[in-house]
């Protein structure tokens, strides 16, 4: 019992990024869509800036994930980009690690091969 919660604790360490990326769509998907004079976080708009590069992104990915697809790329036009680089980016993180774990069991075998 104790091995399978280490295996279970050991996939979860190493695929970290991949569940904060998925937490984050998730996360995106449930809120409900921002009204405005919403709270923000960002240091530019902040500090007064009237215009920030990144901000409204996560609005336009909220807006993606509730159907609303033109008011999505109104709000910001990489937004559907920036999901879809997300996306991309837990598959390639749950690869690497399947990959790697396939290595790691082919070890053995490499390291105990004898030429004769």
Request: contains cysteine; glycine residues 6%.
């Amino acid at each position: 019992m104790s091995g399978k919660i280490d295996q279970t604790i050991k996939f979860f360490i190493h695929n970290l990024e991949a569940f904060v990326w998925i937490a984050v769509i998730i996360y995106f998907a449930i809120s409900p869509l921002a009204k405005a004079g919403h709270f923000t976080i960002c240091p530019l708009s902040l500090a007064g800036f009237q215009h920030c590069p990144g901000c409204g992104l996560g609005r336009s990915i909220v807006l993606f994930l509730h159907g609303n697809v033109s008011e999505s790329i109104a709000m910001h036009p990489l937004g559907i980009f920036a999901l879809s680089i997300f996306i991309v980016r837990i598959f390639v993180v749950f690869k690497s690690y399947f990959r790697y774990q396939k290595q790691i069991h082919l070890l053995p075998i490499i390291t105990n091969y004898k030429q004769t």
